[in-house]
């Protein structure tokens, strides 16, 4: 099996020098409960980087707890109570369960808004990965996402077994690109699979796989999905390992969430030599 290598940035997307606001990506994001404030901060920091313009919804509680956590949060749109439909139909890319809660309510809403726009591109992440079953993704067109290994299970309703084993299968099964985060990473589609080796110990921490979620939905706005999901896994273990040369283990998401545009940016530069 392939593993993923710096050749992934020169398939990338970049904004064309005339590009004007709105044409190089939109995302909304919808998590963050009044129990996981950070989670979704971190995926809107990321995105927010790469795509011209961030929707987020959220309980009103938290997006004002969200605003006070970064003063100079100016980087995302807020969307009103009510309007969510019209930013989904407006964005490029839904990233979906960042902060939310393993609760009922999370079911409810994510299943209503997989059901309205089954042919919207999703990424589905954390606590809405976590509250569906496989069957929810049936009817879905363009999906990624990135369980982990309990998370991988629960969701396919498996025995006690090694992912790796089935992973293409259920890709091909479901029409999905999943993102198996472990010690060695795998994206698979129902057409390929490949491996990513990049990342330490230091990315255990929480938050890190939200700054991947944001990431990896900013880079679907403009890529193909598998082309996203692959380079996104990537360049977030890479970021981690130019963190790691500078303080070993000793750094958290917020860290990782401002290495990854100098990553990125370096990579882009040593391409073109």
């Given at each position: 099996?392939?593993?993923?290598g710096p050749e992934i940035i020169s398939k990338l997307f970049l904004p064309p020098k005339n590009s004007h606001k709105?044409?190089?990506?939109?995302?909304?994001?919808?998590?963050?409960?009044?129990?996981?404030?950070?989670?979704?901060?971190?995926?809107?920091?990321?995105?927010?980087?790469?795509v011209d313009m961030v929707f987020y919804a959220t309980i009103k509680e938290n997006q004002a707890l969200t605003k006070k956590l970064n003063s100079n949060l100016y980087d995302f749109?807020?969307?009103p109570e009510g309007k969510i439909d019209d930013y989904i139909k407006e964005s490029d890319v839904v990233l979906?369960?960042?902060?939310?809660?393993?609760?009922?309510?999370?079911?409810?809403?994510?299943?209503?808004?997989?059901?309205?726009?089954p042919h919207k591109k999703w990424v589905i992440d954390a606590g809405s990965l976590q509250m569906i079953k496989a069957q929810d993704l049936k009817d879905l067109t363009q999906v990624i996402i990135t369980p982990h290994k309990k998370e991988f299970i629960n969701l396919f309703n498996l025995k006690e077994t090694n992912p790796a084993f089935?992973?293409?299968?259920?890709?091909?099964q479901y029409t999905c690109t999943?993102?198996?985060?472990?010690?060695?990473?795998?994206?698979?589609?129902?057409?390929?699979?490949?491996?990513?080796?990049?990342?330490?110990?230091?990315m255990t921490k929480g938050g890190t796989g939200d700054v991947l979620a944001g990431l990896i939905a900013a880079l679907a706005c403009k890529n193909d999905l598998f082309l996203a999901a692959a380079a996104g896994i990537y360049l977030n273990g890479l970021a981690g390992d130019k963190l790691y040369k500078k303080v070993g283990p000793f750094f958290n998401a917020s860290d990782?969430?401002?290495q990854?545009?100098?990553?990125?940016?370096?990579?882009?530069?040593q391409n073109k030599r």
């Open positions: 099996m392939k593993t993923i709105g044409q190089n990506g939109k995302l909304t994001l919808i998590g963050g409960s009044s129990l996981f404030h950070g989670a979704s901060l971190w995926a809107l920091k990321t995105a927010s980087r790469i749109i807020c969307i979906i369960g960042s902060g939310l809660m393993r609760e009922l309510e999370t079911n409810i809403i994510t299943k209503k808004l997989l059901n309205k726009y089935v992973i293409q299968e259920k890709a091909s999943i993102v198996l985060k472990g010690e060695v990473d795998l994206v698979c589609s129902e057409k390929e699979c490949v491996l990513n080796k990049t990342g330490n110990e230091g990782l969430c401002d990854l545009p100098k990553t990125i940016w370096s990579l882009i530069e």
